[in-house]
């Protein structure tokens, strides 16, 4: 399975963006999609996952209320619709994707990935 994240870009303070997050070779709909983001020298943050069976959706305190995640599996995508943008989400967002259907405990896990994305640049100016 190949995935690729794109939609990032740069935008002001305040702003919306919609990340997308597509597979080829393989379907997303089945077991557990996750975003998250990265920042020069540190670590990955964990933003929020879905899964599928049964439906459930886990979100990062830092994502709550902000972002949200959705699907489109006509489409065999994954979206990050993020509004309000601050600077500090200035980051490389990542998708990742893994058949297994995790328990919401452990959606935050990346080593539960097996599969992810190049990253799309996100910038918010001031």
């Known amino acids: 399975v190949q995935l690729q994240a794109f939609g990032g870009g740069l935008v002001q303070v305040g702003d919306s963006l919609r990340l997308s997050c597509t597979a080829s070779g393989g379907t997303l709909g089945t077991g557990s999609v996750a975003w998250f983001r990265q920042t020069p020298g540190n670590e990955r943050e964990y933003l929020v996952a879905?899964?599928?069976?049964?439906?459930?959706?886990n979100y990062a305190d830092s994502a709550k209320g902000r972002f949200t995640i959705s699907s489109d599996n006509a489409k065999n995508t994954v979206y990050l619709q993020m509004n309000s943008l601050k600077p500090e989400d200035t980051a490389v967002y990542y998708c990742?994707?893994?058949?297994?259907?995790?328990?919401?405990?452990?959606?935050?896990?990346?080593?539960?990935?097996?599969?992810w994305g190049q990253g799309t640049q996100v910038t918010v100016s001031s």
């Open positions: 879905i899964r599928w069976r049964p439906k459930a959706t």
């Open positions: 990742a994707a893994d058949p297994r259907g995790w328990a919401l405990s452990v959606l935050s896990a990346s080593a539960h990935y097996t599969f």
